[in-house]
């Protein structure tokens, strides 16, 4: 497919993150068409002709769909529990996918839609949109070039407000908590260090948002084999809209993010002074909000590398076996909260 060529892409799922995420931003971008989307909701839909014209074909399923003939790509944006057979039933039509993370909800499931893509000759992108994000990016190149040294020590610190209700809040549609929420931050940990995952040993619990079924609060710590450390914790039932902290330290100094303030801190532990700056995004990502009412970022960049690999066939930065990577983590962590012991990879 040449670079000039409109790329015709259906979003499967049309639901609130579907449209708010990834329409709201496939409509502005040139080069690319929505052709059709999918939604159980008749809301839902309407809002989807809103915002990308009546041009759209609208369906109640996913299925039907995947069955439309201007088809070159598609956005896997169903439940969690979905993502499985729509993978594989958008491989073997022959389309491109950037499916949402997680990947899968087992191991299983997601070497299934590995080996599709790879038998279809087609792009599979996962939604960890937070590599894309400049701010982490920002970070990433300074921890290649040595800014910190041999990282030894990352963290995240998640404390914010609950989820919207809903599917979020099955553990069968979802896979869980670490499964639904943090597998961003654990796929930052794996890219951010550049090491492989041996151990992961997890605590957590349901103790205030008693409502819903999965957990409401964790920590988790991922040992790496270069010795490297990296810890998350993460709380759903603190003030609304708090801040994501990412942070790395090494035997050269540290840096810390704030991922709302989009505030990156260096500090060296030489004689270097220390640094402040601020790493905005592009003012051509429309802005989603979440749950929280936070702002995610990062999510245009995602979209704009998975139109450039659908054209050239290059593999994604978010490919399928980075995101199986974090899956495995996430679901080491879950079975470690169960055992109350470290369980190894």
């Known amino acids: 497919m040449s670079e000039l060529q409109t790329l015709r892409v259906g979003l499967l799922g049309a639901g609130w993150f ?9 409509v502005r971008m040139p ?4 052709t059709v989307a999918s939604s159980r ?26 069955e439309a003939p201007e088809l070159d790509a598609v956005i896997v944006a169903l439940t969690n529990d979905q993502h499985h057979e ?4 958008a491989f073997e039509r022959g389309l491109h996918v950037l499916c949402e993370k997680p990947l899968g909800l087992t191991l299983a499931e997601c070497d299934d839609m ?3 893509a790879e038998k279809a000759g087609k792009i599979l992108q996962v939604g960890h949109e937070m590599r894309y994000q400049r701010l982490y990016q920002e970070m990433k190149e300074m921890m290649d070039t040595g800014a910190v040294g041999v990282p030894r020590i990352m ?7 609950p989820m919207r209700v809903g599917w979020r809040s099955s553990e069968a549609k979802t896979g869980g908590l670490l499964l639904e929420k943090n597998c961003h931050h654990l796929d930052l940990f794996n890219w951010l260090l550049n090491a492989k995952p041996t151990r992961v040993m997890a605590m957590g619990g349901r103790d205030v948002l008693t409502d819903r079924e999965v957990l409401d609060n964790a920590q988790v710590v991922v040992e790496y084999d270069g ?17 994501c902290e990412i942070g790395v330290v090494g035997e050269k100094g ?7 303030a989009l505030s990156l801190m260096y500090q060296p532990f030489d004689e270097g002074a220390r640094v402040d700056r601020i790493v905005p995004e592009s003012d051509e990502e429309a802005k989603f909000v979440d749950g929280s009412g936070r702002v995610d970022r990062g999510i245009r960049g995602e979209l704009d590398a998975f139109a450039h690999s659908c054209r050239t066939g290059e593999k994604p930065l978010n490919d399928g076996a980075s995101a199986r990577l974090s899956v495995a983590i996430c679901l080491a962590a879950q079975e470690s909260i169960r055992q109350g012991q470290a369980v190894t990879l």
Do not use: M
Not at 233 to 243: Q, S, T, Y
């Open 18 to 26: 579907g449209r708010e995420a990834h329409l709201r931003n496939l």
């Open 31 to 34: 080069g690319v068409e929505v």
């Open 41 to 66: 909701s008749p809301e839902s839909l309407a809002a989807v002709r809103e915002i990308a014209g009546d041009s759209v074909q609208t369906f109640a399923d996913w299925r039907q769909a995947l």
């Open 86 to 89: 729509a993978c594989l039933r």
């Open 114 to 116: 590995i080996a599709a």
């Open 155 to 161: 963290w995240c610190r998640e404390y914010r407000g």
């Open 227 to 243: 010795g490297q450390r990296a810890t998350l914790e993460v709380c759903l039932f603190a003030p609304k809209g708090g801040d």
């Open 254 to 260: 540290r840096i810390d993010t704030k991922n709302q």
